[in-house]
């Protein structure tokens, strides 16, 4: 045995590795561990989470890409009633509006609607009877073939198309809007709808101490069980004998491993594994294609709204999103600061990737006082600038015909990833599910061959 191999304890249980330690690994290292499979996760970062990774801020952390759940979020929620910790996950109604032709609406409440200005009253009326009518849609298969731009504008026009989801569809997705599936649309006016109170105002849910101190809980239940973690473990190579893998290795340091499970992005997948499968099977993990995400968090003297979520209805903008997060959890928390996310959707070609945080920082600012006039630069009281490059698929028509299943020809050698799940959009929730799912199956995998051997 090579002197520079990771040491483990020598067992007769067989040994799973689960690359990547956001949530879909988080759960699925659970799962294993839950049910008796012995695993390992390894990590890059030196932080567990993935993008709802942590930073200290006040006496508390705070994520450095915003994260909340809703109320049907029941895999996320369903995680934290059997780790015990249900009761730390609060849950709050928020209030979101949209700024759309140089003004700010009120948009937390279906009422608000009849007062949205920017459209016309039978235009209101059309985007309200949509709303309706995609919460009640079951048979998302049928918007399979559609595209979200045509379908808007053939249920809603194209006046009110223009005005209202034209600079938000092109606001999040550039070049690749066209594309976009109305499977994927559909999906946000359901889970929208899903969390909204008796009254019709949405309702959020955030665990208490960051999402980060809810990773940590699974890595305390997962260690408990004999599991272990490795952090700052970036897989630069995937062992293999004959065509089954045994193991992984970064740097001088190996792990041997009798299944692998791979959470990261599939292009990063497809990297690791290309050397073992056809140029075929490399190609389809990289047909896929994603947006990555900037974002711009600001430390502020004083509170900017009353919203917690403000959609940016311009392309004009840098940013799609304002997520003032102290209008959800309290200012006090974060040692009086009131916290602000600015949020780009971006491909990684575009120039706004390649600027310093300075820079992103000065030009996503000197548009803020355009939408809250008594914004002062001096209100900063620090910022930081979090960048990612894998953090939307491109949901595209068809799109359930793109995903790859989570075995792969090489044998022992599984993935799970934001990009399979569907036909629901990437979230903690859903990652959480999928997670579950192959670790279950592993497990069960596991079993069975332990019988038959």
């Known amino acids: 045995?090579?002197?520079?191999?990771?040491?483990?304890?020598?067992?007769?249980?067989?040994?799973?590795?689960?690359?990547?330690?956001?949530?879909?690994?988080?759960?699925?290292?659970?799962?294993?561990?839950?049910?008796?499979?012995?695993?390992?996760?390894?990590?890059?970062?030196?932080?567990?989470?993935?993008?709802?990774?942590?930073?200290?801020?006040?006496?508390?952390?705070?994520?450095?890409?915003?994260?909340?759940?809703?109320?049907?979020?029941?895999?996320?929620?369903?995680?934290?009633?059997?780790?015990?910790?249900?009761d730390r996950v609060r849950f709050k109604e928020t209030r979101t509006a949209t700024y759309?032709?140089?003004?700010?609406?009120?948009?937390?409440?279906?009422?608000?609607?009849?007062?949205?200005?920017?459209?016309?009253?039978?235009?209101?009326?059309?985007?309200?009877?949509?709303?309706?009518?995609?919460?009640?849609?079951?048979?998302?298969?049928?918007?399979?073939?559609q595209l979200a731009e045509q379908w808007l504008i053939r249920k809603i026009g194209s006046s009110a198309y223009n005005t209202f989801w034209k600079p938000l569809l092109y606001g999040k997705f550039a070049d690749f809007a066209p594309e976009i599936s109305a499977v994927w649309l559909w999906n946000k006016f359901k889970l929208r709808g899903g969390s909204r109170g008796k009254k019709g105002q949405e309702t959020l849910g955030y665990y208490a101490g960051s999402f980060a101190a809810f990773a940590n809980r699974i890595k305390e239940y997962?260690?408990?069980?004999?599991?272990?973690?490795?952090?700052?473990?970036?897989?630069?190579?995937?062992?293999?004998?004959?065509?089954?893998?045994?193991?992984?290795?970064?740097?001088?340091?190996?792990?041997?491993?009798?299944?692998?499970?791979?959470?990261?992005?599939?292009?990063v997948t497809a990297g690791l594994i290309k050397d073992y499968v056809s140029p075929d099977y490399t190609r389809r993990l990289q047909r896929i294609k994603y947006l990555g995400n900037i974002c711009v968090v600001l430390e502020l003297k004083h509170r900017l709204s009353k919203y917690y979520w403000i959609n940016v209805n311009s392309e004009k903008f840098p940013f799609v999103g304002i997520v003032e997060h102290t209008n959800f959890q309290p200012a006090r928390m974060y040692g009086g600061r009131h916290i602000v996310y600015l949020t780009k959707y971006l491909p990684p070609s575009d120039p706004l990737?390649?600027?310093?945080?300075?820079?992103?920082?000065?030009?996503?600012?000197?548009?803020?006082?355009?939408?809250?006039?008594?914004?002062?630069?001096?209100?900063?009281?620090?910022?930081?600038?979090?960048?990612?490059?894998?953090?939307?698929?491109?949901?595209?028509?068809?799109?359930?015909?793109?995903i790859p299943s989570s075995e792969t020809p090489l044998e022992g050698f599984y993935i799970s990833s934001m990009a399979q799940i569907y036909p629901e959009d990437r979230g903690t929730n859903y990652a959480i599910r999928e997670g579950r799912a192959i670790g279950e199956k592993i497990a069960r995998k596991v079993t069975s061959e332990g019988k038959t051997s």
């Open 100 to 145: 759309c032709s140089g003004e700010l609406f009120s948009l937390y409440h279906p009422f608000h609607l009849l007062k949205f200005k920017p459209l016309h009253p039978l235009d209101r009326f059309r985007v309200g009877l949509l709303t309706l009518r995609a919460q009640l849609l079951r048979n998302w298969k049928e918007l399979e073939s």
């Open 222 to 267: 997962v260690e408990a069980k004999g599991g272990s973690f490795i952090t700052r473990f970036p897989v630069e190579e995937i062992l293999v004998a004959g065509n089954r893998v045994t193991g992984l290795k970064s740097g001088d340091k190996i792990i041997r491993a009798d299944m692998i499970i791979a959470t990261p992005p599939l292009p």
């Open 353 to 402: 990737f390649s600027m310093d945080a300075k820079e992103l920082m000065d030009l996503f600012v000197s548009y803020l006082s355009r939408i809250f006039p008594s914004f002062k630069p001096d209100w900063i009281r620090n910022y930081h600038v979090w960048k990612a490059r894998y953090t939307q698929p491109i949901v595209e028509r068809h799109y359930s015909k793109l």
């Open 1 to 86: 045995m090579d002197g520079n191999e990771e040491k483990l304890r020598t067992t007769k249980k067989p040994h799973v590795v689960v690359i990547g330690a956001g949530f879909c690994g988080l759960a699925a290292a659970f799962e294993l561990s839950k049910r008796g499979v012995r695993v390992t996760v390894v990590e890059k970062n030196e932080d567990i989470g993935g993008l709802a990774r942590s930073f200290p801020l006040g006496e508390t952390e705070l994520e450095v890409f915003y994260h909340h759940w809703f109320r049907s979020d029941k895999h996320a929620l369903g995680l934290a009633r059997e780790l015990g910790v249900l």
